[in-house]
């Protein structure tokens, strides 16, 4: 980077957001675990950290990269690079073309609401008008239902994440994970944004996948949990 562009290119981006995700992140001082990496126009980098509990903020610079020097070098030569949490493990539901299965849709604030309760919920939603002919299924269908969720997860591994804000996809960049569909479902950790002939822009994934949106698109950005 020149003296006149200091701007972070998508392998610096990258290697920032693996840095972040490893044992020597800069963490929040109130406690709240490593800070993630956001877009920062502001910043002569064009990126920050930020505490997405509290707002604590860390702008980014030239030097704020030279811990992150090895992890730059791992992502020059990886062939085959992929989805990690913040602890450098694999996210449950991690898929072959990269996309992480996610289990749960919806959630106040940016707390989720479980899935397993949302389940048990339901199941005692449609045992309620069984009443008059079986007065105990209101009792056993919830535990039922969260049963089923259950085993359901076990064959179907999926991660926790929580929606924490939306952006157009023109300011997207690498290492950042979003939702490929909508507010819920499959999530994807971007490798690189390109623009494609007709204008829109190509997001590809880490792993493979790509999809294609129109720049002023809105998407989420996400926090993998587990």
């Known amino acids: 980077m020149s003296g006149e562009d200091n701007r972070m290119d998508s392998t610096d981006a990258r290697a920032l957001h693996r840095f972040q995700r ?27 950290l930020v505490c997405t509990t509290c707002g604590h903020r860390v702008t980014v610079d030239d030097t704020s990269l030279n811990g992150a020097t090895d992890d730059k070098t791992a992502a020059q030569t990886e062939t085959v690079p992929d989805v990690r949490l913040s602890d450098g493990i694999a996210p449950r539901g991690l898929r072959p073309d990269g996309s992480v299965r996610t289990t749960g849709w919806a959630q106040f604030g940016n707390v989720p609401i479980p899935t397993g309760f949302l389940a048990a919920l339901a199941a005692f939603s449609a045992a309620v008008p069984l009443v008059p002919v079986a007065p105990l299924i209101p009792v056993v269908a919830p535990p039922i239902g969260y049963l089923a969720w259950k085993l ?16 157009p996809i023109s300011a997207l960049t690498a290492g950042q994970q979003i939702r490929l569909y909508g507010t819920a479902g499959p999530v994807g950790e971007v490798s690189t944004v390109t623009t494609s002939a007709t204008g829109h822009l190509k997001v590809r994934m880490v792993g493979g996948l790509e999809i294609l949106r129109r720049p002023e698109q809105q998407i989420w950005q996400v926090d993998l949990r587990n």
Do not use: I, K
């Open 152 to 167: 359901g997860t076990r064959r179907w591994p999926a991660s926790q994440a929580v929606n924490t804000r939306r952006v």
């Open 22 to 48: 490893g044992p020597s992140a800069h963490r929040c001082p109130a406690g709240h675990g490593a800070l993630r990496v956001w877009p920062d126009a502001d910043a002569r980098s064009g990126m920050c």
